[in-house]
């Protein structure tokens, strides 16, 4: 690829997130001024929606790790702080 056919890529690219900043402005101020309960809710359903839970991103093994190691918090099988910190202060 040329250097005109690059700029020109990047122009466009550019254009295009621009305008997306300009429409996410205009849509804050538009809900801004809302009022509206129903419009308001569809748009906290369609968030809630949109939204990831990194328990859900996290492979079935890390789950199970972090459930095992609640387990041994639960039972009390935990290293105190400063125990941790004097062993491995030499790495630190």
Request: charged content about 35%.
């Amino acid at each position: 690829m040329n250097k005109k056919a690059v700029r020109n890529c990047y122009f466009v690219l550019k254009v295009i997130d621009m305008d997306i900043q300009a429409e996410k402005i205009r849509l804050i101020e538009w809900l801004a001024g809302l009022n509206d309960a129903t419009t308001l809710n569809e748009f906290i359903t369609l968030k809630k929606r949109k939204e990831v839970d990194w328990w859900d991103e996290i492979s079935p093994e890390e789950r199970a790790e972090i459930e095992e190691g609640l387990a041994q918090a639960g039972r009390g099988e935990v290293t105190p702080h400063e125990e941790v910190m004097a062993k491995y202060k030499k790495w630190l």
